[in-house]
């Protein structure tokens, strides 16, 4: 039996009259008093005395989880170094989806009178006078009374209950609603993926294409086979924020919208989408990455749209990257992978390079659209005054689309209006007292926040270093210092900010997103929030206010990352018929990112990268992997660290390095060590660890997480 907690598989006896089979979902016995859910692993190992064995408490009533589920959470679980047991938490958190579905009652006016006739109680009759059955909140709304109100008249006998039907799942996507008429090379690629699906096997694809080129267009069709074959598609997003764009394309296309998965879903929602993937009603569903623990009844293609992202990868919690997770899953459901970018990941571009998967190629945009062109503007040569941050080139190109009645955007991947508040008395730099972080300066909220735990202060009237008054200076930009730079430099544009303090949840995402679309913002200042997925058919410019950042770092997929949101975000300029340019301000002219940006060439520059992956020993050419320490007391966790590494194994082909103080040496209060572990390729780097972690005892109060395939190294 596994349960849903870090543990391993336990033993429970069946009671006599109940019968188990592999996959069943069970509540068991817990501890000393409390109970939870399970999942029956297999008859157990026996020698075991049965007597003084818990006995299986309730088997539900629901399928059993299918054989390909069960060895998708054992894989995870290997592969992680965790538990099956904390994978199966991720498949099973919607108990109540187990129960089978309430009856949903509502009311309607009976024949019987009311003697106290309130004047909000006639108001609730005159709505119920047509006869129509409604729920107590909807009667409340239209006649504007209290819930109370309706329920008095159900005691009064004056409405009376009628079972509705179980809730249908609305309108099913039809796979032959709207198919476009597809390009050469779109209809090329849609016939290998439909292919793919038809053969009911394995096989992986990278669908490259550049922004605008019809992607999503693309690989709808293999969406559509696999619904014609009466199979379910899984369609991965990296946020929720792009899911309501995403939704409507899919409805436009196929006639209704996907079910959908994901942290912004009711509970009703969830436990409804969670039984209908079960039992195969939703035949394509919509998700972020826990979509993938979802029990399909038939899976028959798994998309992972923007497959690059970072946010694919779980970073709290269970550490696992939902796209390689994917990979997996779709290998042992015997169903293709689609990972859709116009700037894959370099690991999956190596795959696909290498033959591992098929490259399939959108080299052109659709329609009339061409690429925006891009251009560096070297900073050094540029005459910017202090304390501004948009160059006089930017400014003269920003003026001349505003002229031609067209759309800009300036990008900055910075929240608040400065990184750094220091006294400029004594050189004092606001920090923050829990996280070895800068405290950022929020001119709106007159707030300085930390970015890492969130907390916020007001900014002090005086330097608490060296008391002097009135002595803070914001140094360097973000969105809301840009903001009030442009609002100087083009007084009559319409401006909007977009970064994720001013906008709050994926409805007001979309809201500026609309307003962006219909002309009714000029000059849209944004982080990444905006960087993606968007259609703007009016924006021709996009200027990067700060090409620098995010160039150099510890992280080794830094230039990457860098050249990824560049070219994302470049991709929203020129998406119509009229073309779009690009602006990269820099004062690094020659860095070989900006060079790529400014060519257009991206494949060279994942060449570059490979070899210098490889020459560096890093994945995927070699096998990575990282232990968090972290607790309260600086010395108890660098002094574990060092007994865990004391620890670890002698292996051929494994270093450790470390414990070394991690860049976010404290992040709420507690310090952070890391330990890296870099494995040759050849090298079990699971069993290295099973073998090293089994062992030590960690001391109190320092907690170890485990993290393969680290995607961050802060
Ligand atoms: P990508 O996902 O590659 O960025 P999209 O799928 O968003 O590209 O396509 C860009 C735009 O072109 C969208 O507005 C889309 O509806 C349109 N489009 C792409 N392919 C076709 C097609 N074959 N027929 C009609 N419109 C298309
Ligand atoms: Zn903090």
Redesign the pocket.
Known sequence: MVVPRPLKALDYRVPDGMTLKRGDIVEVPLGKSSTCLGVVWGSGEGGLDEARMKAVAHRFDVVPLKEELLRFVAWVASYVVATPGAVIDLVLRVPDALEPEKPRVAFRRSTRDVAKLTDARRRVLEVAADGLARRVGEFAEAAGVTSQVVRGLITAGALEEVVLPPMGSGPQPDPAFAG????PA?SKAAVHMIKAVQARTFSAALLD??????????YFEAVAAAMQAGRQALIMLPEIALTVQFLE?FAKRFGARPAEWHSDLTHAQRRRNWRAVMNGDVRAIVGARSALFLPFRDLGLIVV?EEHDTAFKQEDGLIYHARDMAVVRARIESCPIVL?S?TPSLETWINAESGRYTHLK?PE???K?TLPKATLIDLKREELGAGEFISPTLTQAVRDVLAQKEQAMLFLNRRGFAPLTLCKACGHKMKCSRCSAWLVEHRYRRKLVCHHCGADRNIPPACPECKTANAFIACGPGVERVAEEAKAKFPEARIAIASSDTMHGPRQVQAAIEAVADHSVDLLIGTQIMAK?H?FPMLTLVGVVDGDMGLEGADIRARERTFQLLHQVS?RAG?ADRPGRVMVQTTDPRHPVLMAIASGDRDAFYRTEAGKREAGGLPPFAKLAALILSGWKEQSVREAGEALVAAAPIAHGVQVWGPAPAPLAMIRGQSRMRIAIHAERNVNLQAYLRAWLAAPKLSSGVTLSLDVDPQSFM
Do not use: C, M, Y
């Open positions: 476009p008429v597809l390009s779109q294409g550049v922004t605008g080129s019809g992607k999503t267009e693309t394309r749209d859709a116009a959108l945009r659709h329609g659209a997925g259609n991709g998406r």
